[in-house]
């Protein structure tokens, strides 16, 4: 264990740890270096600090070494890891529920949020100073990891508690579009008024929440963020491990905001399959000729349209990041649906990732995406004006 008995002595240590990570800190001009990397700004913070990790298998240094070992090996005093949906090993099913436990690994007691409660409880965090965030988003709304830090500055800033989190790129942060949540639809899926595709980073989303009052109660809690470097919202970025077990590669992340509209309705976007959220398809042959089947397979149990022959688009050769966020596929499909009253056979689910019940409502009506956009437009540039007052990169 590491004890730093005076600023001497920290100082000298904070030097070798600098010099024993050239990987992580001889950055050339043109490389982006995550929050993590930056340790002489955070590890000072941590410093006989009880501190509680909300962490996952993305939570890694380029070097692939995990936060967690790295910070033990420190000395740093971890009390508790707190994982989010898909566990701390990121291997859960989607809506999978996850149990608590002990690393094995580390012997260290995991929080499930995603089990019994989304939110820690004041028992849970009450022997902690300060919790430290670090989780890899993709930029969609719907993405639950950032559902999770809001719960956790939400319950830090009613228990008094230091929130740290450290920032990664968004691989979506070059797009701005999508209808902006209606709080009267708000759940785990979407907390916040924001586009489906919101062009922030986990750090300017955060600091857009605690600002904006739009923690529980309009409260604010203690913030402290490490910011990455050589970063725009124009850097095409690359994760370096799959963010969750159904968005195996960039393509899949990059049509994510587009395509998850589909989780509400009768198609599937390839889970059970190898080509995940990179392939749609329906029952029904008017779908499109691009064919394939759905069978249970490590995190994607009982997928939907399990065992049954699909029909419709490969779009694995898709140029998704000039494309960004797009109705037209959703739009097509339902379009092609054999019985238009059974495409949408989870409402509220759909509403739920639209954050609105009008888009279902403007399909059912046979609006065009260039109508539909006409209509969330006026929402979507305040937010733009909104997130302008919170962009820490160009």
Known sequence: MVSFRTPCLLALFLLVVACSRPVLHAQSASKVTLGIERTNEYLPLLKGKKVGLVVNHTSIFPDQTHLADSLLNLGVQI???FGPEHGFRGKADAGEHVSSGVDQKTGLPVVSLYGSNKKPTPEQIKDLDILLFDIQDVGARFYTYTSTMHYIMEAAAEQGKTVLILDRPNPNGHVVDGPV???KFASFVGLNPVPISHGCTVVELAEMINQEGWLKNGAKCKLVTVLCQNYTHQTPYTLP??????LPNQQSILLYPSICLFEGTEISLGRGTDTQFQVIGGPSPKYGTYEFT????????N????GVRCYGLDLRKIDAWKEGFTLKYVLDFYAKAPDKSKFINRPKAFDQLAGTDQLRKQMEAGLSESDIRKSWEPALSQYKT??????RYP
């Open 294 to 301: 759905p069978v249970d397979k490590p995190g994607a149990m």
């Open 79 to 81: 009390k508790t890891i």
């Open 241 to 246: 491990v799959a963010p969750s077990p159904n």
């Open 303 to 306: 997928p939907p349209n399990e």
């Open 181 to 183: 949540l209606d709080r």
């Open 386 to 391: 909104l997130r302008k007052k919170y962009l």
